[in-house]
């Protein structure tokens, strides 16, 4: 595959949420390999690795977008874009779907105190939503075996696995991968800046602080954290709580747990003195500052669908990478994770005491805080983001993506139309057994029988007889229709076989187009293959000759140097020459003067 398009809904930056956290970490491992362009609702102002452009488009606005798309031959986007951005799903090029943000079961937790009516609409969007997503895309990802479980069973729904792509995919892996949420590759290191000791109120080097990293949303259940504290106080004074309370830095409206929970700890006398909130959301680049001021990590929840089906949120990941334990509630992918590999503690959910009970055991017990918060460090090793994306990687790469995408449209589409074929014979053969209107007689076998018949046929013998007709009619009418309908399946047999040998001879085009690419590149590599060495030679030849040329251009110089001065040598040696020419002149005159003396 040349290149991506990744498409966030959320906003990606210097204070961003998990949703933009992912596209951008993805984004950022992706670029080693490929070409990427990363899109966003709004500027990304985030230094920029190699081959990794940004750009942003206006939410809900397609002609923002539209440029990104018409330029993209593949894309890797968040399904929630399509909610705003319906031409997404409309796209001819590869569309891969992440779906490891379940908004449908998001919502119901969102929306729970709005009115009935206003839920109701707000469900059946998402559900349309969800099956749209699910109806259009080429590959999708999640985040979680049960998220996986969940998207194979709407998928199944739809139609969408068939044979044709269980003989090729027999697990479904290439179909729908999991790509949980990752961990940075970079290690964390505090800035020397002072994050959360010094700038809260009752907050300084002595005091040992548990931290909620997350964000206060209506579906997670920080209340039981606060009823914890007064016995986690009693038995550790020097604890504190915070909780990182900044308002979201996209358009994710206000909650109503943010206020509940402030009021709670103002209630129990904690607030400010015990149980503390961080009003900003935190940089990104900065997260290290604070997560590493912490011992412990908190993060609970209620009992519903979202966190059921949730992913492993962000903010865990992060206690994972900076080797803290987390104290989580019961029964969702994070809880299983840090049991498994006993990375924290998992209680139950909505039991303050328990809380209370595990907390106190780590801000007291160093040996098991020392062993939990190392087991948490090397399960973020596992978990780094050039690790996990692997497997989005490997589907980016497969040929299949491109060169099948046709063979898997022809294979759907022959599955869709032998269901048609098959749901029309059954109807064809209902209709055979019930178009002839048989009317029944009751042969008379008695006196008094005959009796009835002969008064039924003097009351109602007109009306039988035209029942009879209408009967008849009736009948004749359904025999014309099944007549009707054998000819038009027969019209449409005869033009689904011609349609099944266009689609054999596309088939077969397709299959002779990619040999016959395949063959080329192959004779194309062998030649390069056979033209290294020639090149080589050549270049070495050149080199060789570059060396000669050189030395000649330094023998012209020098004979170029050298050349005035024998030029003047020449032309002295002339001009004595002339004078010795003169001088015997002048002595053969004179010894033509003397006298000749005869013996």
């Known amino acids: 595959m040349s290149s991506i398009l990744i498409i966030s809904h959320d906003v990606i930056g210097q204070r961003m949420a998990g949703p933009g956290i992912r596209m951008w970490e993805l984004a950022r ?32 606005d397609a002609a923002s977008i539209e440029p990104y798309l018409r330029a993209a031959t593949n894309i890797f986007a968040n399904g929630y874009v399509a909610s705003a951005h319906p031409e997404l799903l409309n796209h001819p090029g590869c569309l891969i779907i992440d779906l490891y943000d379940p908004v449908a079961l998001e919502n119901l937790e969102l929306f729970r105190n709005h009115p009935l009516a206003e839920r109701q609409e707000q469900a059946k969007r998402d559900s349309d ?41 027999p697990l479904l892996h290439q179909f729908i991968a999991i790509v949980p949420f990752g961990v940075s590759d970079d290690p964390p290191q505090a800035s020397g800046q002072p994050a959360l000791r010094g700038v809260l109120d009752d907050l300084s080097t002595e005091h040992t602080i548990i931290l909620w ?16 504290m007064p016995h986690v106080l009693a038995h550790v004074p020097t604890a504190r709580l915070v909780f990182l309370a900044g308002r979201h830095p996209g358009q994710v409206p206000e909650m109503a747990t943010v206020q509940q929970t402030r009021q709670l700890a103002a209630d129990l006398g904690l607030l400010g003195c015990g149980v503390h909130f961080y009003n900003e959301w935190v940089p990104y680049q900065r997260r290290a500052d604070f997560l590493l001021e912490a011992k412990v990590m908190v993060s609970l929840h209620r009992a519903h669908l979202e966190t059921r089906y949730a992913a492993v949120r962000s903010r865990i990941l992060d206690h994972f990478w900076v080797g803290r334990p987390s104290v989580v509630s019961a029964d969702d992918a994070a809880a299983d994770l840090i049991k498994e590999h006993q990375a924290g503690e998992v209680v139950p959910i909505g039991d303050s005491q328990a809380v209370a009970a595990v907390l106190i055991r780590l801000l007291t017990d160093h040996q098991h805080w ?24 490997h589907m980016l790469k497969n040929e299949k993506i491109e060169n099948n995408k046709t063979e898997r449209w022809q294979l759907a589409m022959e599955d869709r139309l032998q ?43 007109s009306l039988v007889s035209n029942l009879g007709q209408i009967t008849d009619q009736q009948r004749s009418f359904n025999a014309t229709l099944v007549n009707l309908i054998y000819r ?17 001879s596309l088939r077969s085009d397709t299959l002779l187009f990619q040999q016959h690419a395949a063959a080329h590149l192959a004779s194309l590599t062998q030649q390069l293959t056979e033209l290294k060495p020639w090149l080589e030679a050549v270049r070495q030849e050149q080199i060789a000759l570059r060396a000669e040329v050189q030395t000649l251009r330094t023998e012209v ?35 033509s003067d003397l006298p000749i003396t005869k013996k």
């Open 488 to 504: 038009l399946s027969s019209s449409f047999d005869e033009q689904s076989r011609r349609i099944d040998e266009q689609l054999h």
């Open 29 to 60: 491992v992706l670029a080693r390999h490929l070409p990427v362009t990363l899109i966003a609702p709004q500027p990304i102002d985030l230094p920029l690795p190699a081959n990794l452009r940004c750009g942003h488009y206006t939410w809900g």
């Open 213 to 228: 990293s997350g964000g206060l949303w209506d579906w997670m259940e920080p209340l039981t954290l606060v009823r914890a």
């Open 557 to 591: 110089q020098k004979a170029y140097d050298t050349l005035p001065p024998l030029h003047q040598h020449i032309i002295d040696l002339e001009s004595r020459m002339l004078d010795i020419d003169e001088a015997l002149s002048q002595v053969a005159y004179r010894l």
């Open 129 to 169: 939503l969800l099956r749209a997503l699910l109806t259009r895309g080429d590959h999708f990802v999640c985040a979680t075996e049960r998220q996986r479980d969940l998207y194979i069973g709407g998928l199944l729904a739809l139609g969408r696995i068939t044979p044709a792509i269980i003989d090729q995919d």
């Open 419 to 461: 269901t048609i074929l098959h749901e029309r014979n059954m109807l064809i053969r209902e209709l055979e057994t019930q178009w002839n209107i048989v009317v029944h007689s009751n042969k008379a076998v008695s006196l008094m029988d005959r009796l009835k018949q002969w008064i039924q046929q003097r009351l109602i013998g």
């Open 370 to 393: 020392t062993h939990q918060s190392a087991n948490a460090a090397a399960l973020g090793q596992s978990l780094r983001w050039s690790e996990v994306v692997h497997p989005l990687l």
